[in-house]
């Protein structure tokens, strides 16, 4: 195991130990998850200012909550998060970092009808890293911390695999991405795009 891996270990013994976490398991049945795929819904850990503004790590479940919808937000687009009522607060001031050893993403193609169609599944990772630092934005509902994920245009590597891929700050810049003052516009220009990827 590397320092970075034990580093995300570290992250995620936080969460364990969290008394949200418990909150989570005994009030709506959603365990911490510690290894594996995350899915919408599930409960991960998650990087956001502490009480004095440090950096802190808290369990929160994947997905904001839309009125009339059983689907839940899982994604923000960077380009209007800033404008969207749902979105506008959180981009001010309520921004986080998912942290992940890398993130999937299922091959999107058009067929020749015109037809989207699903294709093989990848994992991507930023190059030289092991872990991936996703940018997202938090909110509480019912006193409960929740999370979306914030996506950009893709490389032109990745263009080939889908429309879409998170929005992944370098290590160094986390800090300045979850301090409520800070400048989000500013930051995004300093986004990860070089990518590697498998089949997973």
Partial sequence: MNDKEKELREIIRAAEKSLLT?????????????????????VTAVIAPGRKRNKAVFPMKWGFSLKGSKQPLVNARVETAATKPTFKNEWLSHRCIVPASW???????KSPDG????GDRYSIQPRDASITYLCGLYRFEDEYPVFTVLTR????????????????????????????DSTPEELISYA????IYEKA
């Fill in 22 to 42: 418990d909150k989570f398991r005994d009030k709506l049945s959603k365990p911490l998850i510690t290894s594996g795929e995350v899915r919408p819904t599930d």
């Fill in 103 to 109: 993130y999937f993403e299922w091959e999107h193609f």
């Fill in 115 to 118: 037809k989207v169609n699903t």
């Fill in 153 to 180: 245009e893709p490389s032109d590597e990745l263009r080939r695999i889908h429309d879409r891929m998170p929005l992944i700050l370098p290590e160094n810049l986390i800090n300045d991405w979850i301090r409520p």
């Fill in 192 to 195: 990860l795009t070089d990518m």
